[in-house]
């Protein structure tokens, strides 16, 4: 078998008054890059990338550089399809970009292998240690007009809080870093009393902090009861993960930003964090999160993937999720403690929601694996062409 065609689509929906903040920005749209690469033997496979920023660059790499690269080539050896795309680009290309092009690619590849020998990917990686994985809502997010306009009221927050409980999520996560700490604080406390103290807490600063305020606001947190903190600080500034770590009593989560073993060393095997969160259609696909997976069990870190993006981005990250042992293994599982959870983004998204002819199930907080072939999913190819623009 060898890859015949490599189709790009951009999905583009703007969200209108469904529209979001984070510390960092507005979410007037929500975007992504698929990609679709064909073989001669009609297996196709479908990858993602390019949901963080403009799909527009990543897209690029796909078409103009790395194409010419795999096409004509054995689509069942991604680790080696792998090494040579990132050979060829490693000397301009380490991070961003180039790497979440090789990642959608990556993803399409291992869809094709398990379609070609009728196995779901898991299969492939070694088998599931689960058929369900433990779901966190992420949400409550700073929404508003203009960014003069983002604090949503306290009674509106409490509703989608406490909404995200009642369909069945025990865990969730939360926004703070755009306001003053003490605001941030008020919303906080405001969530913690709508959803009760059953439900484990997250919050995600979006690297809004440096390590001062940083350690002032994850201070502030520990007496809601949250479970850890996610980028508190920049990604480039792994002494102000140390120096915040040093600092706390609550879990320091990162790596949604960061790509490749190469990039990740550091991150983990210098004591910058108790969780690391490596986003499969960015960090350089299965293939690479594979190889990061291992560095971080071997240096006794908590690995739970950053889950953004379409249907097809949750999908992967239900296969991978599924093969990651027990961290550290007893004879019971338990959420966060040690068994590994994934995230369920629950922004209005039709690409996540509608673009797979299959819906995902969530059953007493834990999502279905899919146990089709490949990733398990189908594209709805009408909804894709509704959103895609190219
Ligand atoms: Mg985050």
Same mark, same amino acid.
């Given at each position: 078998m060898v890859i015949t065609d490599i189709d790009t689509y951009i999905l583009r929906l703007p969200l209108g008054s469904e529209r979001f903040f984070s510390s960092q920005c507005a979410f007037p749209e929500r975007n992504s890059l698929l990609v679709r690469i064909k073989t001669d033997?009609?297996?196709?496979g479908w990858g993602e990338g390019g949901q963080y920023g403009p799909p527009e660059p990543v897209e690029s790499c796909i078409k103009h550089v790395l194409s010419d690269i795999i096409r004509g080539r054995d689509p069942m050896s991604p680790a080696v399809l792998w090494e040579e795309m990132y050979s060829k680009v490693r000397d301009f290309g380490q991070k961003g970009s180039y790497i979440e092009a090789i990642s959608a690619i990556d993803i399409a590849l291992w869809d094709i292998f398990g379609k070609a020998v009728n196995l779901p990917v898991s299969k492939l990686l070694g088998g599931s240690f689960r058929d369900s994985i433990p779901a966190y809502a992420t949400g409550c997010y700073y929404?508003?007009?203009?960014?003069?306009?983002?604090? *949503?009221?306290?009674?509106? #927050?409490?509703? /989608?809080?406490?909404?995200?409980?009642?369909s069945g999520f025990?865990?969730?996560? *939360?926004?703070?870093?755009? #306001?003053?700490? /003490?605001?941030d604080?008020?919303?906080?406390?405001?969530?913690?009393?709508?959803?009760g103290q059953d439900v484990k807490l997250f919050v995600d600063c979006n690297h809004a902090y440096n390590s001062f305020t940083a350690v002032k606001a994850i201070n502030t947190l520990e007496k809601f009861?949250?479970?850890?903190?996610?980028?508190?600080?920049?990604p480039e500034d792994l002494d102000g993960y140390r120096h915040v770590r040093s600092k706390v009593n609550i879990a320091v989560a990162g790596g949604e930003c960061e790509y490749t073993r190469y990039g990740f060393k550091a991150l983990i095997t210098t004591g910058c964090i108790d969780i690391v969160q490596p986003d499969i259609c960015v960090c350089g696909g299965i293939s690479e999160w594979l190889k990061i997976l291992s560095l971080a069990q071997a240096f006794g870190i908590f690995s739970?993937?950053?889950?953004?993006?379409?249907?097809?981005?949750?999908?992967?990250?239900?296969?991978v999720i599924s093969t990651i042992p027990d961290s550290p293994h007893t004879a019971n599982s338990v959420a966060m403690q040690n068994e590994p959870v994934v995230e369920y983004d629950k922004t209005h998204n039709p690409l996540r929601?509608?673009?797979?002819k299959e819906k995902f199930i969530l059953d007493n907080g834990r999502v279905i694996v899919p146990d089709g072939t490949g990733l398990g999913i189908d594209i709805d190819m009408d909804v894709l062409n509704k959103y895609s623009s190219g």
């Open positions: 033997e009609g297996i196709t929404r508003g007009e203009d960014h003069l306009d983002y604090q *949503i009221s306290l009674d509106a #927050l409490k509703k /989608e809080a406490k909404s995200y409980a009642d025990k865990m969730l996560k *939360i926004k703070i870093g755009l #306001l003053e700490i /003490e605001q604080m008020e919303r906080v406390a405001a969530i913690r009393e709508s959803v009861g949250v479970t850890f903190v996610e980028e508190p600080v920049l739970i993937p950053h889950v953004w993006g379409s249907g097809v981005a949750l999908a992967a990250a239900l296969q929601d509608d673009l797979l």
